[in-house]
């Protein structure tokens, strides 16, 4: 076992738990972690003590300061690549180019956290971001995802905060996740313990990771919810989830303008909207039947219309971008195209936001 235990950190073997049980929000990064990241694409990984993948932040904010609050998923929290990597970390100095907010000095706080859905992201703005007194709220939303993680009936892990579409058209929340007995035993001092002497040991964290659920049912039901959500619902359920999303978005608005912040939504797009080879962006088409893959993004600006938001649709930007260059903004090594955004993808999405906020006028 020490053997083993010296081979792993030599050849740099990290998995640690990364998370921990939260009652309000399902889960969230365990504060003051700091481990490097090697599952997809390689970083090395600090948490603050909020929980949160970003620098340290007091919640009082300086007169000279203008801040910006990141809610969003995998894309936001960016595990996959370095910290000054993350189109979050890249904003300040683009937005500064364009003389966005004049002589204010820009601060962006990241609130992303993998695997979270609207709703999620909602009340991660009302029960923690909203304290660090944000000027601009900004919701990532996930194309490929985010509308299933919104479904109670669609998203196969129940262990999170839902909105339910009520009889009076009011979005109700239920948190009854966590009365659950599989959320309980995670949250005992025995998992609490376990996951503490994981963090010390490489063998342990092997062992963890070869007993969690396969991948794969996890990949497959990821792919599955892509294609659903890049042509328009095809049943009561899909519809259903769309109209939660809208109304979770909405909400959050209302929320961020309410407590005196601006909003702004960008929509990060699914991996294939943005493949540079338009020969497998069109068998996708055909694959689905639809005139082009662009249903989430013209769903999304129609909301912001009706509700007066500014929204930032990213995938009409990247994907003559990727074409033009034959750039891959999604995946590393041997998954280009597939995945999460590499590098390139976070500082083609940093531009494109800088850009459209400057335009908006700050």
Known sequence: MLVLEIALRVVGYSEPVWYQPDARLGWRLRPWLAAPHRQEGRSFVRVNAEGMRDREHIADKEVDVYRIAVLGDAYAEARQVEREQAFWALLPAELAACGFRGSKRIEVLNFGIAGYGTAQEYL???????????DLVLLQFANGDDVRNNSFALEPDKERPFFMSG??????????????????????????????????????????SMGERSFIPQARAAVDAESATLAAPRDALWEDAWRVTEGLIAKTADFAQRNGARFAL?????????????????????????????????????????????????????????????????????????GHWNAAGHKAAAGIIARRLCAAGG
């Open 266 to 338: 960008v929509s990060v797009p699914a991996a294939i909207q943005v493949h540079p080879d338009p020969k497998l962006r069109a068998a996708a088409q055909e694959r689905l039947g639809v005139p082009d893959l662009f249903y989430p993004e013209r769903r999304v600006a129609g909301l912001a219309k009706r509700k007066g938001l500014l929204a930032v649709p990213l995938a009409a930007e990247m994907q003559p971008l990727a074409e033009k260059s034959g750039t891959y903004f999604h995946g590393f090594d041997g998954g280009k195209g597939r």
């Open 124 to 134: 991660m703005l009302e029960s923690t971001a909203i304290r660090y007194q944000p």
């Open 167 to 208: 009889r009076d058209g009011g979005l109700h929340l239920d948190e009854s996740f966590n009365g659950s007995p599989g959320f309980r035993e995670r949250s005992s001092f025995a998992a609490e313990v376990t996951r503490k002497l994981t963090d010390r040991s490489r063998l342990l964290q092997l062992a963890g």
